[in-house]
Structure formats: C-alpha cells, structure tokens
C-alpha cells in the first residue's frame, strides 16, 4: 500500500478517524478522496495483531467503562520485520467513487479513468497529452457530493438518476458535470446520449431525494450494504457535518496510577482473574503481603485498598467524574506518589470568597482520550449510548483507538450554598427551564421521538459552562496560549453535596507535556483578577442588544445570551459544541439584574 499524505496521530481522534472523509493531494498535486478505514485494516497492515501491538496504552478505569482490554494508539513511525522495517499506516479507501475532469467535464466512475498500478492517482486519457514519462496529465477530481444517513451510512450521490433522462435513454453512456455559473444552480448534470441535464440546484435539500433508499452501505468496513429505514441526504464531501466523533475520555488521577498499582504489577493479572472476591484476604496474605517492600503495612489494609481499586473496575457503565472531582478537591492521598497527577491547592482570592469553593493549580495530568465511533449530520450529547453511533470495526473488537495527552490547568469549584440559593430563585429557575426545552426541542429535531434527551440543563450546568468559557477566553490573553489549546472539562451534578465545578486544561501528545503558563495563572494572586475581568468582558458584548436579548440564539429556540462576540470558543475545546451557554446567568441581563450569579460582585456588594 502506497502512502498518500500525513496526518497528525491526534488527528485520528478529532476528526479523521475510521469512517471520517479525508482529502489530500498526491503526485503533481492531484486530489485524492478516501474515507479512512475500519480498525480491522489496521490488523492487517500490522505484524503484531490487536493488544500485541507495542503502540498500546492502558487506562484500566477507562477500559471497564468501555468494556475493552485496552487502547490502540494510531501507527505511526515505522514496524520492524526482522532486519528490515516498514511503516506504520492508517488504511484508506477511494471515496467518493465518482470524479470529474477539470477539462472536458466528463463525470464517470473511477474505473473509466486512467490510472498507473500502485498509485491512487486517476487522470482524464482524452485530455491528457504526451507519451511515456513525459505525459501531462489532466487529473480528475472527486465529486463534491455524497450521501448520508442520520446512521452514519454513505453511499456516491446518485448521479446517473439526477438528470431527468428521456424514457428511450439507456443511460449507459457517460455523464457531464457542466459548470456555467455561481451556485449550484450554475452546475448542470447533462446526459451524453439522450441530452437531458438538471441544474443541481436543490440537490442538498432532504426534498431532493425523497424517493432515494440509503443502501445501507459501510464502505470504511468494506462490508455488504444491509439496508436501511432512515432517509438518506446529500452533503458536501467536506461539510462540518459530515463526522462527528464520539470520544470518551479520563483523567489519571487517584487510586489508579500512583505507585502503589504499580508494585501490584506482578500480582494484577490474578487480582482482576478472581471469579469469588471472598478469596482476596487469602490471597493477599499469602502471596502479596510477604513480598511486600513496607513491613509496616499489614495485610487487612493492603487488602482494603486493593478491593477499593477492584470496586472501581466493577462499575463498568459507570461514571469517572465524581472520583476526577474528589481528587482535584482533595489532592489525593498523602503518603502515596502519583507522576501524572500533580495538584497544588491555592488559596481562595479575596474578591470570590463566598462564590468560590475550591482553586487547585494542576501542576500535571496525564488524559486518556478514546475513540467510541462516530455519528454524521449531528453531533451527540454527552452521555448519549444511542445505536445511532456508528462503528469503527465490523465487530467488537477488545480494544479501541486513543491517544494519551500530559499537560496542566486550573480548577475550580464553587461555593455549594451559594450555587443552591442561586438556583432556587424562581427567576433562574424559569430561565433554566426554558434553556431545557429548547435544548430539548432541537434535539428531537434532529433524532427520533425513541431517543430520551441525555442531559438536564439546568441553572448549575449554565453557570459552570458559561463561566468555563469566559474564563478560557481571557486565559487566552494572558497565559499564552490560544483558546484552541485550552480544553474544559466541566464536573456537574444535582443537589447538596452534587459537583460544581471546571477543569481548564491545556494538554500535548509528548512525554513533557506543558511547560505551566497555564497553572502559574491559578495562584491567589492572579487567579482573581483575571476572573474578575473575564466576568467584566460578558457585562457587554459587541452585538447587544442583540445577543443579550437572546435574538441570536433564536435559531435553537433557547433565547439565550451567547454569541461569537462573547461566550463561543473553537469546537474542539468544548464539550458541548459551544451549545447551552447563558452569559446572563452569570452578569445577569439589563431587565433581570438579579439572574446573576456574579452580580453582587460586579456592582461592588461583596
């Protein structure tokens, strides 16, 4: 297999993954179109198979939760065989099938196309000129439009039914894609035989096509078409929409990942195999206690915390939040060292006592980021197990791919009785439950009635993921690095003794990670004035009145105060897509002062 191109190994997780449409460019800058293949090509590119490969890693609450044995990381450098070596690749497929040439508009199929063996290059052989090594070649390009389905299936746009053929056309003769104009409807497709033609006007509209079947068809699993209920639509080959990846991720924080799991390394295997948990005691006393480098620990309490680990990696569906949430407040143990997770808790500043809880510089942390699959034409919400993920493999497999990112970042929590007075006032309440409904609604827009909305988006969860928002964007100004490199991680539940709080993070796939501008800005001392002025930047923002009266956001029914101008920050480094997003229930609103949170502070009351 030729190498076409390169990407980036974190690029297989944010949006080049198995499934994903990918373009480059190839000899003389000829463009290529493949949609990146199933996990099981991987295997077959690979000398060692699966979990024996040695670009694997391990993050074993993670791996329970997903019920795998491990992780993947994407192949990259190069595999020895023997005395020789090879490289590493990430498997593609040619997709869309259809491409045009540049020159003489001719549409056809790939294989009606010129091509030299081993090379994905294609080229028109009526206009390229020349002989031998000295031919100019004319390339053909992929077409700009596939078909998809709200299940993740794609299949080639239906080109040869587009134009209205006259009934005695046989349609097997070639088609032309002539382009005349702005706009799709400056695009014609027009029959060489029987001279019929359709403008493509349209042709992205779900009217379109509402005699077309999707057939099912995986073509990243190379798999046979199966069928499907749901009505396929036409996109743009490169539309934002086209891949939605759904990732999981943890932290490495406490039990797991500190040195006493790693003197357990020896022993684990058989810990995990135990069938009757009732057996630990012996076991422990047995085999691992005598071995045991502390004589000062007796076996009752290794066993105890041995069992508080195997607890962990019972709760298989489980959520990894709540003990994330309880090491970042509390540090960890104190007599146990952990490399990857480095915490320094600061005192709170003087101007957010009474708001704040927590403020915990993160010195250190170790992500693991898993890919689970993927959805098309709308992303997915967090906590959502709906079957309209797609796969990445044609079974399951015991592994998926990720990527393990070091770095550093801020957290902090608020104060619990104050966040439950706040939530309880009746305004904030109505506002929250309108953010819900339109939450909701959109949602039931873009997936059946059978799917239950997956979150609860209330007062809480605005006030925490607005508050995530603005303080990155003016961390961005101040620590040095842009709002793309900063990642939020929000821990949010319900009622007394429920989360409150946020991680920003910055993060990088080497073994150093960051070098701490980002924790250096958590201290007393520069926390509080940089929150401050982040709070300051929401009271106005350059399109009120428009976005303070929730015009903007009209388009998703909630009426809320977040726009571009203010709250948004790049996609990849929310959770959310930049959805459920309230600057009002922080600042408060020109007409609802009291909705805000943050408001006392900023008018000087506390």
């Known amino acids: 297999m030729k190498p076409i191109g390169k990407i980036r190994r974190s690029q297989v997780l944010t949006g080049n993954g198995p499934g994903a449409i990918i373009d480059f460019r190839g000899e003389d800058g000829a463009p290529i179109s493949v949609v990146a293949a199933g996990l099981e090509a991987w295997d ?187 009505q396929p639509v036409a996109i743009q080959r490169g539309a934002s929409n086209a891949y939605f990846p759904v990732i999981a991720s943890a932290l490495d924080v406490p039990p797991f990942g500190g040195s006493f799991r790693d003197m357990l390394e020896d022993f684990w295997p058989d810990l995990v195999a135990l069938d009757d948990r009732s057996q630990l005691p012996d076991y422990v006393r047995k085999r691992i206690h005598p071995n045991w480098p502390d004589p000062d620990v007796t076996s009752e309490e290794l066993t105890s915390r041995i069992m508080t680990l195997l607890k962990m990696l019972d709760e298989k569906t489980g959520d990894l939040r709540p003990n994330e949430h309880l090491m970042l407040c509390s540090g960890g143990p104190d007599n146990e060292a952990f490399a990857e997770f480095q915490v320094r808790p600061q005192l709170l500043p003087h101007e957010m006592k009474g708001l704040l809880d927590h403020v915990v510089s993160v010195e250190r942390l170790r992500e693991v980021r898993a890919l689970q699959g993927f959805t098309r034409l709308s992303p997915v919400e967090a906590g959502d197990s709906s079957s309209f993920i797609a796969p990445l493999s044609e079974k399951k497999l015991n592994w998926l791919p990720a990527i393990e990112v070091r770095g550093e970042g801020i957290f902090i929590s608020f104060d619990e009785p104050q966040v439950i007075e706040w939530e309880n006032r009746p305004e904030v309440i109505a506002r929250a439950a309108d953010a819900h409904s339109a939450a909701e609604r959109s949602w039931k827009e873009h997936n059946s009635e059978e799917r239950p909305f997956p979150l609860t988006i209330s007062a809480r969860f605005l006030l925490v993921h607005t508050t995530a928002h603005a303080l990155a964007e003016r961390l961005s100004l101040d620590s040095g690095y842009s709002t793309a490199s900063i990642r939020e991680r929000l821990y949010v539940s319900p009622g007394p003794g429920g989360m409150c709080g946020f991680l920003l993070y910055t993060s990088a796939p080497d073994s150093d990670g960051t070098l701490g501008g980002l924790s250096r800005k958590g201290r007393t001392s520069e926390l509080g004035p940089i929150l401050l002025a982040a709070l300051r930047d929401l009271e106005w923002c350059s399109s009120d009145p428009l976005c303070s009266s929730g015009i903007l956001s009209l388009s998703e029914g909630s009426g809320s105060a977040a726009c571009h101008c203010c709250t948004f920050i790049p996609e990849t480094s929310c959770e959310h897509f930049n959805r459920h997003l309230d600057r009002g229930m922080l600042v408060g609103k020109p007409d609802q002062p009291e909705i805000g949170f943050f408001r006392a502070l900023l008018e000087g009351k506390i």
Not at 45 to 69: C, F, M, T
Not at 129 to 135: C, E
Not at 186 to 194: K, P, Y
Not at 202 to 218: E, I, M, Q, T
Request: glycine content about 8%.
């Open 44 to 230: 077959q590119l690979s000398i060692k198979k699966g979990l024996l490969n040695d670009q694997r890693i391990h993050h074993e609450p993670l791996q329970a939760r997903l019920q795998v044995n491990g992780f993947r990381l994407p192949p990259v450098g190069d595999e020895k065989v023997g005395k020789d070596k090879r490289p590493r690749l990430v498997p593609s497929y040619r997709f869309p099938d259809w491409h045009v040439c540049p020159k003489c508009n001719l549409l056809q199929r790939s294989r009606f196309w010129g091509a030299e063996i081993g090379k994905p290059e294609l080229w028109c052989p009526t206009c390229s000129s020349g002989r031998g090594r000295r031919i100019k070649k004319v390339y053909a390009v992929p077409v700009r439009f596939v078909v998809t389905c709200p299940a993740g299936h794609l299949q080639d746009f239906p080109w040869m039914s587009w134009p209205r053929h006259s009934e005695s056309c046989s349609r097997k003769k070639a088609l032309k894609l002539i382009g005349d104009g702005a706009g799709l409807k400056g695009l014609r497709v027009h029959c060489t035989e029987c001279k019929s033609e359709r403008d493509l006007d349209g042709a992205l509209s779900p009217s379109a096509h509402a005699n077309l079947r999707c057939d099912g068809k995986s073509p990243w699993l190379k798999l046979p078409a199966t069928g499907c209920n749901h």
